[in-house]
């Protein structure tokens, strides 16, 4: 079972913008999770390993839906769910809700960026 967070951007209006700025909406989501999995990549446990090359991108087609940052391996949710596991230097449990929580800012900023033409 694996482990995946959705980079997305909520609002009103997205029917009433225009096509380009949708556009503009589902790249940037796409390049908000392309930095939450190199940021998710410095702490996931075992950084030499299947969990680490797991790791990967879907991208938004569709605003509302978002991107996708997925690490699927069989054990990815046990790590990912039990922080509390004394993993080896500098990785981490929630591997990737740590990191889109603590940089929630610069993945926002990422996506205003772009839709505003970036």
């Known amino acids: 079972m694996g482990v995946s967070a959705s980079v997305t951007m909520s609002g009103r209006g997205f029917a009433a913008a225009g096509a ?13 999770a392309e930095r939450l999995l190199a940021l998710s990549a410095e702490v996931v446990p075992l950084d030499q390993g299947t969990l680490l090359g797991s790791g990967s991108v ?3 087609t569709d605003p509302e839906e978002g991107a ?4 699927d ?3 990815a949710a046990r790590l990912h769910e039990h922080p509390e596991y004394n993993f080896q230097g500098g990785r981490q449990g929630k591997y990737l809700e740590g990191p889109a929580l603590e940089h929630r800012k610069e993945l926002g900023d990422i996506i205003r960026k772009e839709v505003r033409g970036g």
């Open 20 to 32: 380009e700025a949708l556009q503009r909406l589902a790249r940037g989501e796409t390049l908000a």
């Open 58 to 60: 879907t991208p938004a």
């Open 73 to 75: 391996t069989p054990y």
């Open 68 to 71: 996708a940052v997925t690490y």
